[in-house]
């Protein structure tokens, strides 16, 4: 549906122009490196619920993975369920309350300098930013690709100059303004995303005739699930696949698992933990941040599968037939066929800002991390100000430079290889840390690099959907992948996290019996 490019150009202004605001007020408001890096450790509960929940929720998943709905069905709610129960209340109960706590006695500024404060470490606390610098630049090129894709045909500009405008625009009041200005703003946005997301469930089910109608006739759809589809294990759209099956395996292995586990160690997602005051303020923002994740995970699965319904009564076609193959480009296809303009409007927005505020926080984790934890680290980050905005426009630039490179359906696959990184690089280490009495050192470092090496293997030569772009496999061994299914499509996190807390285990326990034989006292947290 035809949308006036006028209006939709100047209410995307004053939404610029707003965010711009709120990144000047942060910026007034950051007085000291604290202020800068965790924002004061005073932030409102209702900022970081909607901070928390607007980073954790980008265009991957409500265009790449609502899209993934449209093509595999509605078992892709079980990944909100995951979102909900470990996303949310699992890392805010169990880890943020302790990392809250542990992040201000030790005065930590990031995620890895907290990992090296608590293991008294210099080394882990590189190896950790290393991580970082090295992963979070693919999960951030796929971010600006999904925003600059948004601005090109708003402002009828080509898709290089949006793709610096929106780089540039974020990097503006992350810059200057530090966590507090992306914090602000992320609030700003986490509204919008609710209020566009909301409109597009009740919109959906009016259009296919209420709830009940809608569903039933979706489920009728299971004779046309495509041949290639039903060979792999799909038995329709509101029914989980054949248990073992190729594409049961990838629904849970790389979407449930993957992104429903890989969030607990999302480095810009516990610096939110610790910009609470208390532990009050963290329970206060579980009531908003609970309800958050549950529509913008929810709405984008559910409307996602629904789409086919739709595209079906309209043109005789499933949702991913009618965007000529491209799941990322059913959600939008549905939105601009479907959806009066005024919530094109609306539902344009809700990406700009679901892109922007995850972008916002990936450029401040990835700065911090280059210039705290690579090249200051052991100076408590006490670094100048002026060097943490050098570190984030560093790594803007690099980011940038990469998304040039990058195809648009990165999306979803981006966000759950970095997400099943952090899982199995980070969460046994950071699991032990803020809650062993005398956590081992070595048994982190260990922990940290046998994740982090397993899941490269297993990402570069058997897993399928990365080894086969990745051409190390085919060039070395003459195939695209080892071992064949079901290896093929077992997510690289099922193999890097146990592998990864395996050696976490083995080596704090027998840490622990060599301190009690000895007498001595271990390295506490």
């Not at 990406?351 to 990936?362: D, K, Q, R, W």
Request: net charge positive; with cysteine; charged share 10%.
């Amino acid at each position: 549906m035809a949308v006036d490019t006028v209006t939709l150009s100047a209410i995307t202004l004053v939404y610029i122009l707003i965010t711009l605001g709120l990144g000047y007020l942060g910026w007034k408001r950051t007085k000291s490196t604290e202020d800068y890096l965790v924002a004061g450790r005073s932030t409102h509960p209702v900022i970081i619920a909607l901070s928390y929940g607007s980073t954790f929720i980008s265009t991957s998943a409500i265009v790449g993975f609502g899209g993934m709905a449209a093509n595999l069905g509605m078992g892709l709610i079980w990944l909100t369920v995951f979102n909900i129960g470990i996303g949310i209340l699992l890392a805010f109960v169990i880890f943020g309350k302790r990392t809250r706590a542990i992040g201000q006695r030790l005065s930590a500024f990031t995620f890895p300098d907290l990992m090296g404060k608590i293991y008294q470490s210099h080394l882990l606390q590189y190896i950790s930013g290393f991580i970082i610098v090295v992963s979070m630049p693919l999960y951030t090129a796929a971010i600006l690709i999904g925003g600059a894709r948004f601005l090109e045909p708003t402002l009828n500009i080509s898709y290089s100059t949006a793709l610096l405008i929106f780089a540039l625009i974020v990097a503006l009041y992350v810059v200057y303004g530090g966590l507090i200005a992306v914090m602000y703003t992320d609030a700003f946005q986490g509204a919008i995303m609710l209020v566009g997301m909301t409109v597009f469930l009740i919109l959906t089910y009016v259009y296919l005739g209420g709830v009940t109608v809608a569903n039933r006739a979706l489920g009728a759809m299971t004779d046309l699930v495509p041949p290639a589809l039903a060979s792999q294990g799909m038995t329709g759209w509101t029914s989980m696949p054949v248990l073992g099956s190729p594409i049961w395996f990838t629904l849970i292995t790389t979407l449930v698992l993957g992104v429903g586990i890989g969030v607990l160690a999302q480095p810009q997602l516990v610096v939110r933990f610790m910009t609470a005051k208390d532990d009050k303020t963290l329970n206060r923002a579980l009531s908003v941040g609970g309800p958050f994740i549950l529509m913008m995970t929810g709405v984008a699965f559910t409307v996602g599968a629904l789409t086919n319904v739709w595209f079906l009564q309209s043109s005789g076609k499933i949702a991913v037939d009618a965007a000529g193959g491209n799941v990322d480009a059913v959600i939008p296809l549905y939105v601009n066929q479907a959806m009066p303009p005024l919530f094109v409007i609306i539902f344009m927005l809700t990406l700009l800002a679901a892109a922007m505020s995850t972008l916002s926080s990936l450029y401040h984790s990835m700065g911090t991390a280059l210039v705290c934890d690579i090249w200051g680290r052991g100076k408590e980050c006490a670094l100048s100000l002026r060097a943490n905005q050098y570190g984030i426009i560093v790594m803007m630039v690099a980011s940038l430079i990469l998304a040039f490179f990058l195809p648009v359906n990165i999306i979803a696959r981006a966000t759950a290889m970095f997400m099943g990184l952090c899982a199995a690089a980070f969460l046994p280490a950071f699991a032990v840390g803020v809650y062993a009495r005398r956590p081992s050192t070595r048994a982190a470092l260990a922990s940290m690099l046998a994740g982090t090496i397993s899941w490269f293997l297993w990402t570069a030569f058997v897993h399928a959907a990365e080894s086969k772009p990745l051409g190390l496999c085919q060039a070395l061994f003459g195939v695209p992948a080892l071992g064949g299914l079901p290896w093929s499509v077992v997510d690289p996190i099922v193999i890097g996290l146990p592998i990864s807390a395996a050696v976490m285990v083995i080596l704090q326990i027998r840490a622990i019996k060599a301190t009690d034989d000895t007498g001595g006292a271990a390295t506490p947290a």
